[in-house]
């Protein structure tokens, strides 16, 4: 989060604001887009069809991915749950960094993320 959050901003990807490192764990401050919907429910709301102003989410994801591509991070969870569309402005920002790590180009060794 620190590495995607760091100046130019990307829209498209959740802004780390603040972090504080505690004795047993990590506390991060995010932007809180209002009002929001994951794109999951935002599916089933609509049923399975989107139409075309909604389909656009996708170049959103794709350029938020390549963002964070650009920037040596690897979301390696990106998935309709983990993308927030903003009702009033049609955007969509990339969030759960948790199972992210930095680029390489070997290959991964252990799997990160899961199937819902």
């Known amino acids: 989060m620190q590495i995607v959050s760091k100046p130019p901003h990307n829209k498209n ?3 780390l604001l603040d972090w504080f490192d505690m004795p047993d764990c990590f506390l991060s ?12 429910n935002l599916c089933m709301r609509q049923k399975g069809i989107l139409d075309e102003p909604l389909a656009k989410i996708i170049i959103y994801v794709v ?12 979301h390696r969870d ?7 569309f903003n ?7 990339l ?9 390489q180009d070997t290959p991964y060794e252990e799997y990160a993320g899961n199937c819902t």
């Open 63 to 74: 350029e938020a991915a390549r963002y964070c591509h650009n920037r040596g991070v690897f």
């Open 29 to 40: 401050v995010l932007e809180r887009p209002v009002p929001c919907i994951d794109v999951y």
């Open 13 to 15: 990807v959740l802004q």
């Open 87 to 93: 009702i009033d402005t049609m955007e969509v920002k």
């Open 95 to 103: 969030i759960d960094f948790g199972c992210g790590d930095l680029w």
């Open 78 to 84: 990106i998935k309709a749950g983990n993308l927030l």
